[in-house]
């Protein structure tokens, strides 16, 4: 099946037909696993033999790694790990194409979780084998994706037309990223919960609408009332193929939203090893807790407690029995999950896709790729690492033209440029080399082939570029 020697780096490289064949061989490797003497157990446990799968985390982890080798030696593979950049020639310089294209000449597949956003981009781009994404930095981390999908789809058959939750730091959860967009590829409507400051970035919100279509509708701050304060609601998304209550009702608030029930509530921790110094001592105090007085409320009666753990303070240990709870149970099919996943990109099997393969996001956007000094803002971005910069080039995505928006190729990250020029301005004509602010009129006008963009009016400057009318207020 088309899955076989394809890289897994965001969830927007799996379409829903995908997915569902991952989650059915997953059933299949969870039936094995409880009858393991049986015919299809003892070929399961010979599925990946002779292949190497290697394992790599730069960053803290229990669950990812150890589920990711379980399911390989599962399979009848072998591992070979590192856990330490320090361990590693990364620690003396080297680039992540030069250590993907060695460990591509060792291994069948490459698990990668790391930092910096967009690397496991990078490693697939050189490595010549298939790549996952274990997480990279603040960005995505699609396998817990699938296993918090399976997690939902097993206890409620379906994804579409539910109402899922996401609570806590929806700012820097990778595994929050990757949810938002599966949850819209699937249908279900999105109820965002974030810790105050701890808001999910405009560039997603906008990502999910233009792309995914459907609405997403802010709440007005809350009124402080106890329920609001306790159930910090600030937007919801609802799907296109759902059209629902918020075009007929005006009055799109908490009541309105937890009267139909929340069907999973997804908590997540603060991300403080990515906090900045401000953000940290302000936001870990606010930091909102889920325990079983909170879900006392009717709305979660019927609600599946979710988190991809690890826990700190954020879910209290009074839920660990109560029957709606299900971490432990999701962290589980993290097994079977990552099985389904190898045997299928390393081609050991070949389950059809099912016919509702609707490839997700089609947008063909035009690609930004000037040869200037145009960097990528976020300062986890990969492009942006010293040992990269000698061989990536920054690359964006055109993604808006009002405002002006691009998107960084390798994290993602959306931004609005503030200055702008086209590289055809009158032959000869040094005058009228001129740069303009990027929320005037000319980023309407100027063609995808000529836009140039500049970090700053110095840059344009010193570019040779004049400031035009256009480089005072907004025009
Ligand atoms: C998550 C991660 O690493 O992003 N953990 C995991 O893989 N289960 C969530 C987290 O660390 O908060």
């Not at 669950?63 to 009848?76: H, I, V």
């Not at 979710?306 to 954020?314: A, S, T, V, W, Y």
């Amino acid at each position: 099946m088309a899955l076989t020697e394809q890289s897994l780096v965001t969830i927007d490289d799996l379409s829903t037909g995908e997915i569902e064949a991952i989650f059915s061989l997953a059933d299949e490797m969870s039936a094995a696993a409880t009858t393991p003497d049986q015919g299809r157990s003892r070929q399961v446990g010979k599925l990946c033999r002779g292949k190497i799968m290697a394992s790599l985390f730069f960053e803290p982890s229990t669950r990812t790694r150890l589920s990711f080798e379980a399911a390989m030696y599962r399979l009848g593979g072998s591992v070979i790990t590192t856990m330490d950049i320090g361990a590693t020639s990364l620690a003396k310089g080297e680039s992540l194409a030069d250590m993907a294209r060695i460990i591509g000449s060792y291994a069948d597949i490459i698990v990668i979780r790391h930092p910096w956003e967009g690397a496991a981009k990078v490693v697939a781009d050189y490595s010549g084998v298939p790549v996952i994404n274990a997480g990279d930095g603040g960005h995505q981390h699609p396998t817990q994706t699938l296993l918090d999908l399976y997690t939902i789809r097993k206890e409620r058959q379906t994804i579409k037309g539910l109402k899922i939750a996401l609570w806590g730091d929806l700012k820097y959860g990778r595994t929050i990223h990757s949810l938002i967009f599966a949850l819209a590829k699937f249908g279900a409507n999105i109820l965002f919960c974030p810790s105050p400051g701890l808001e999910v970035p405009e560039h997603i919100l906008q990502k999910l609408v233009t792309e995914y279509g459907g609405d997403v509708e802010r709440l007005a701050p809350p009124k402080q009332t106890n329920k609001e304060r306790l159930f910090p609601l600030d937007a919801v998304y609802t799907t296109p193929t759902n059209p629902h209550q918020l075009a007929m009702i005006p009055d799109v608030g908490l009541a309105v939203e937890l009267k139909t029930g929340v069907d999973a509530l997804y908590v997540t921790r603060p991300q403080k090893e990515r906090f900045t110094t401000a953000e940290n001592e302000e936001l870990e105090k606010k930091y909102l807790v889920v325990d079983k007085k909170l879900l006392e409320d009717k709305a979660f009666r019927k609600t599946l407690v979710m988190h991809p753990l690890p826990r700190i303070d954020e879910l209290a240990y009074d839920l660990d029995t109560d029957p709606r709870s299900q971490y432990f149970k999701q962290a589980a099919h993290g097994v079977p999950v990552r099985m389904a996943l190898l045997a299928l990109l390393l081609g050991a099997e070949n389950t059809a896709v099912p016919r509702n393969n609707s490839k997700q996001v089609g947008i063909d956007y035009p690609v930004y790729r000037q040869d200037l000094d145009l960097k990528c803002p976020n300062t986890r971005c990969v492009s942006i690492q010293k040992t990269e910069t000698k061989y990536l080039k920054p690359e964006f995505k055109i993604v808006n033209r009002d405002p002006l928006t691009l998107r960084c190729t390798y994290c993602e990250h959306g931004f609005e440029p503030q200055y702008i020029a086209s590289s055809n301005w009158h032959e000869g004509k040094l005058s009228d080399k001129k740069y303009h602010r990027a929320d005037s009129h000319w980023a309407r006008i100027i063609k995808d082939e000529n836009l140039i963009v500049f970090a700053s009016a110095a840059e344009a400057e010193s570019q040779g570029f004049k400031p035009s009318h256009y480089t005072g207020g907004r025009h």
